[in-house]
């Protein structure tokens, strides 16, 4: 139960932060703390852009199922012990071939997206990542903007790949 109001809520802070960011909301300029000025906008994109990967782990691991590490492990030795459980030789237990590639994008994506404030604020020199004052605005802009499509593709992919690796 508590897993799926995690899922449930991690959901609804992706399509809020979502509709919010795409709509161009006012509400993303009003400060959420005064000063230092953050606006709401700062802190709805971070949440958005953790809850993307979370969500994919969450799937990724599902409830029922140990992690799937551990069938990697055990189909591994039972391969290596010689014992199959069908006519294709693959292990019962054994993963789907895109689960370590889901899981290594979710966690690059997880670490990305936790730093994403941080690397914004020393590209920034402010909370509200506004670019107006820095003579160098273009180029800092430009990795600002680089870093935060590729935190949002992964948590993308991270989904994505929560699904496919099932």
Request: charged share 15%.
């Given at each position: 139960m508590t897993r799926r109001l995690v899922m449930?809520?991690?959901l609804l802070v992706i399509l809020f932060g979502g509709g919010l960011l795409l709509t161009s909301s006012s509400l993303?300029?009003?400060p959420l703390?005064?000063?230092p000025f953050i606006p709401v906008g700062t802190v709805t994109t971070w949440l958005m852009l953790l809850a993307l990967p979370l969500l994919g782990r969450m799937l990724l691991h599902g409830a029922d199922q140990p992690y799937l590490e551990e069938k990697e492990k055990h189909a591994k030795h039972a391969k290596q012990a010689g014992n199959v459980a069908d006519e294709t030789g693959s292990s019962v237990d054994a993963p789907h071939p895109l689960w370590r590639l889901a899981n290594g994008i979710d966690i690059l994506g997880l670490?990305?997206?936790f730093l994403w404030p941080f690397v914004s604020y020393v590209l920034a020199g402010n909370w509200s990542f506004s670019f107006a004052s820095i003579e160098i605005s273009s180029l800092r802009f430009g990795i600002f903007t680089a870093y935060s499509i590729f935190t949002f593709i992964l948590g993308l992919l991270s989904l994505i790949g929560?699904?496919?690796?099932r």
């Amino acid at each position: 139960m508590t897993r799926r109001l995690v899922m449930t809520l991690l959901l609804l802070v992706i399509l809020f932060g979502g509709g919010l960011l795409l709509t161009s909301s006012s509400l993303l300029s009003r400060p959420l703390i005064s000063y230092p000025f953050i606006p709401v906008g700062t802190v709805t994109t971070w949440l958005m852009l953790l809850a993307l990967p979370l969500l994919g782990r969450m799937l990724l691991h599902g409830a029922d199922q140990p992690y799937l590490e551990e069938k990697e492990k055990h189909a591994k030795h039972a391969k290596q012990a010689g014992n199959v459980a069908d006519e294709t030789g693959s292990s019962v237990d054994a993963p789907h071939p895109l689960w370590r590639l889901a899981n290594g994008i979710d966690i690059l994506g997880l670490v990305l997206a936790f730093l994403w404030p941080f690397v914004s604020y020393v590209l920034a020199g402010n909370w509200s990542f506004s670019f107006a004052s820095i003579e160098i605005s273009s180029l800092r802009f430009g990795i600002f903007t680089a870093y935060s499509i590729f935190t949002f593709i992964l948590g993308l992919l991270s989904l994505i790949g929560s699904f496919r690796s099932r």
